[in-house]
């Protein structure tokens, strides 16, 4: 099975160009899969039904994961299942008549914009450190942009006279983005006192670079941000995409265009977008109860 596995991950790379991480998360999913196929003694997909996929969407359901988890877990085995059939690797597709459980869109985490300027204001501009992950709260902030882009942007990607951001998303679609003042102020504060010293005398077309002169990795821009976070005294959840999550919300706040959110998010299908709409039709109920006398 392992075999099959590895043909349809380089599949998802090579014509279907995912990003690394969603691939990733392929690999697992379908490892885990395969494990469980294994201790109950079945080494050909050929040989795997309906029956078996239901018993272990029954035990991922016995080890407390969440229906999002084991709802992610069954795309990734109907993609499997799918390709192989596809390929003619395999006869017939098990998953075809399992459903897919129906879930509610979950609404993402936003700041307040006062917590926004708490957070990006805490970095300690008379060091290197602080003047980089001050330019990359404005950049990440200013473009919606995801945690990994921010960690691929390269030199080329920014263009500071135009005020744009080029980035590459999701299935290598990539998209220009609009800049604002503050993070164009930021990157050119970043590029003439703090990068230098970074690079150490090496090369690197990376924007944003790590004391050793390397790329910094998604996982450290996310540790960064929370660490901030809890210098400005924010009590709200902090996850990778908070300060993406509040680009859009606030840009709706203030009357932007859900189709030009669409693109400067780079989403490929305008109901991701209309998540964010429940939040602002949420803010507005709250603040109809706190003012309005007749509440």
Not at 77 to 87: D, P, T
Not at 180 to 202: D, F, Q, W
Not at 244 to 273: K, Y
Request: proline content about 4%; hydrophobic content about 40%; overall charge positive.
């Amino acid at each position: 099975m392992q075999n099959l596995i590895d043909l349809f991950l380089n599949y998802l790379s090579v014509e279907r160009g995912l990003a690394i991480n969603t691939i990733l998360s392929y690999k697992r999913d379908l490892s885990r899969y395969k494990r469980f196929m294994e201790s109950n003694k079945i080494s050909d997909v050929s040989k795997i039904s309906k029956e078996d996929i239901r018993t272990y969407l029954a035990y991922q359901k016995s080890l407390k994961l969440s229906p999002t988890s084991i709802a992610r877990s069954l795309v990734s085995i109907k993609l499997f299942h799918r390709f192989l059939v596809r390929e003619k690797l395999a006869i017939t597709d098990p998953t075809s008549v399992i459903d897919s459980p129906r879930l509610l869109k979950k609404i993402p985490d936003a700041l307040e914009l006062s917590e926004i300027n708490r957070l990006i204001a805490t970095p300690n501009l008379r060091n290197i450190n602080g003047i980089r992950d001050r330019a990359i709260m404005e950049t990440t902030y200013a473009a919606g942009l995801r945690v990994s882009e921010v960690s691929n942007l390269r030199i080329q990607d920014i263009n500071l006279e135009a005020g744009f951001v080029r980035c590459v998303g999701k299935g290598q679609k990539e998209r220009v983005v609009p800049l604002g003042r503050e993070a164009i102020v930021s990157l050119k504060r970043y590029l003439e006192k703090s990068r230098p010293s970074l690079l150490k005398k090496k090369h690197s077309d990376f924007l944003f670079l790590n004391h050793r002169g390397n790329r910094l990795s998604r996982i450290y821009i996310w540790k960064m941000i929370k660490h901030y976070a809890r210098l400005a005294g924010i009590n709200s959840p902090i996850r990778p995409h908070i300060l993406r999550h509040s680009f859009a919300t606030h840009l709706l706040e203030r009357g932007a265009d859900l189709r030009a959110l669409q693109e400067m998010l780079g989403h490929a299908d305008i109901s991701t977008t209309q998540i964010y709409t429940h939040i602002n039709r949420d803010r507005l109920k709250s603040i109809h109860r706190k003012f309005h006398p007749r509440p």
